[in-house]
């Protein structure tokens, strides 16, 4: 590594996003300069942020020598590129395009499922939860009896599903709705649990219970 | 390394400019291969269903026994498979992820925003919805500028992965432009995308699978009279 590099990530507590471009450093080893970015309120995001993700405006950015990258799955085929520790990537294209395509599944499909059953007015929660059973049951069929999405270790596929690996129990837990049962999912319920458990997963999550009120404080009153 | 023995088909149609993403990417390479059309108002053959069960959508590479679905990840493997030159990606991580940046940007904002203009209702939401058009535009004419450093393509001197991403959208542009009676791509605003674009279009790996803009424009009414309210079918995948 260039001991020249100067690496920073504009993130947020709170965004599974920001906490994809820090796993992907940490596993790599790669030391990094962290900027806390208000999201919530759009008016305080720094004046470095609109000026590096004009377009967007939104984090996670990453700053590798001055140069802005974001949106975080491009972010981690950049991460990938430059540093080699550790690849979370496969070598052979087509298992690459493999992982390419489950990393799309999550962001284009799960996501949007699950922000659906967790912050939609409750009479439309069951049918939006149906929707998350699915996508997850589709996700764990990339498990296929591996431990990790990646296979023995952590992989882009698992960095970009972090949101189902830790987010997703706590909107559960809020809304009340079984999104991800042991008994229906049991592969990917022991997957959640294995992500959770690594130790350089767990330097990057943000704390429950803050999490927690977030969640609460969005979810539509019974 | 993978292979790059083995049959190659693209199961699409004529029409979606994500399928011809794959086309032209194997044109650049030179990699003979079977254009196998789906006709999706019949319904969606075996074939497909089998190759891409998660999305049942084209296009999808089918190269010996591998399936790839998902245009932008089908031109990444594309480029991995048959790696020798031309390169699709630039070979500088930064370059490379503002191409993807960009695609993505495509693929999420502007061509939903051009959809957008389709399926307007009136004239006010559909001036609004041309604004947006003409906004994104704007912001590409700028990632021209920055990307091709003076040279014809956002790839440099030859086509690449950004000019595929957003070349495939330039016959359904030209259809918006025939709707709506407005330049999308203009002198005023943005000169170097119009000349990149008939550039692009004139390319030996892209004359041959850009459809007319007439038969485009055909298609689309007849969609658009078919399933009023939907959104056109394209087959995005």
Request: glycine fraction near 6%; charged fraction near 30%.
């Given at each position: 590594m260039d001991m020249g590099d100067e690496v920073k990530v504009f993130g947020s507590w709170g965004s599974p996003f920001s906490r994809r471009v820090e796993l992907a450093l940490l596993l790599k080893g790669v030391p990094y300069e962290y900027i806390e970015e208000d999201i919530f309120v759009?008016?305080?995001?720094?004046?470095?942020?609109?000026?590096?993700?004009?377009?967007?405006?939104?984090?996670?950015?990453?700053?590798?020598?001055g140069k802005p990258i974001a949106e975080s799955l491009v972010i981690l085929e950049y991460i990938e590129e430059?540093?080699?520790?550790?690849?979370?990537?496969?070598?052979?294209?087509?298992?690459?395009?493999?992982?390419?395509?489950?990393?799309?599944?999550?962001?284009?499909?799960?996501?949007?499922?699950?922000?659906?059953?967790?912050?939609?007015?409750?009479?439309?929660?069951?049918?939006?939860?149906?929707?998350?059973?699915?996508?997850l049951k589709t996700l764990e069929s990339a498990l296929?009896?591996?431990?990790?999405?990646?296979g023995d270790a952590i992989g882009m596929v698992d960095i970009a599903a972090n949101f189902v690996?830790?987010?997703?129990?706590?909107?559960?837990?809020?809304?009340?709705?079984?999104?991800?049962s042991v008994e229906k999912l049991p592969e990917l319920f022991k997957w959640t649990e294995e992500f959770v458990s690594c130790s350089v997963v767990k330097?990057?999550?943000p704390p429950k219970d803050k999490v927690l009120d977030v969640v609460k404080a969005r979810v539509a009153p019974k | 390394m993978a292979s790059s023995d083995g049959e190659v088909k693209v199961l699409g149609t004529w029409s979606s400019p994500f399928v011809m993403r794959a086309r032209i990417a194997l044109n650049l390479k030179s990699v003979s291969h079977e254009f196998l059309q789906e006709r999706l108002w019949e319904g969606k053959s075996q074939l497909l269903l089998k190759s891409n069960p998660v999305h049942k959508k084209v296009p999808v590479l089918i190269h010996g026994h591998n399936t790839i679905s998902e245009s932008l990840i089908i031109v990444q493997y594309i480029?991995?498979?048959?790696?020798?030159?031309?390169?699709?990606?630039?070979?500088?991580?930064?370059?490379?992820?503002?191409?993807?940046?960009?695609?993505?940007?495509?693929?999420?904002?502007?061509?939903?925003?051009?959809?957008?203009?389709?399926?307007?209702?009136?004239?006010?939401?559909?001036?609004?919805?041309?604004?947006?058009?003409?906004?994104?535009?704007?912001?590409?004419?700028?990632?021209?500028?920055?990307?091709?450093?003076?040279?014809?393509?956002?790839?440099?001197?030859?086509?690449?992965?950004?000019?595929i991403a957003f070349g495939c959208f330039l016959g359904w542009l030209r259809v918006t432009e025939k709707m709506t009676g407005v330049m999308l791509l203009n002198e005023t605003n943005t000169p170097r995308l119009l000349k990149w674009a008939h550039r692009f279009c004139s390319d030996d790996a892209v004359k041959d699978v850009m459809p007319e803009t007439e038969k485009l424009a055909e298609f689309a009414k007849m969609i658009m009279s078919r399933v009023k309210g939907a959104a056109p079918g394209t087959g995005k995948s």
């Open positions: 759009f008016e305080n995001k720094s004046p470095l942020l609109l000026q590096y993700n004009p377009v967007h405006k939104k984090v996670p950015v990453l700053l590798h020598n430059t540093w080699k520790a550790n690849p979370i990537l496969p070598e052979d294209p087509y298992d690459k395009a493999m992982a390419r395509f489950w990393a799309k599944f999550l962001d284009d499909k799960c996501l949007p499922a699950i922000r659906k059953a967790a912050f939609s007015p409750e009479n439309e929660r069951e049918e939006a939860a149906e929707e998350v059973r699915d996508c296929n009896g591996k431990r990790f999405f990646g690996g830790f987010w997703l129990r706590i909107i559960q837990e809020v809304t009340g709705e079984e999104l991800l330097k990057c999550l | 480029d991995e498979v048959w790696s020798s030159a031309p390169c699709i990606l630039p070979s500088q991580p930064h370059e490379r992820a503002t191409a993807r940046f960009w695609a993505a940007y495509l693929d999420e904002k502007w061509f939903p925003s051009m959809r957008a203009v389709g399926m307007a209702e009136g004239e006010d939401a559909r001036r609004a919805a041309i604004g947006q058009v003409e906004e994104g535009l704007v912001l590409l004419e700028e990632a021209f500028g920055e990307c091709s450093k003076g040279r014809p393509f956002f790839g440099g001197d030859r086509i690449g992965y950004l000019d």
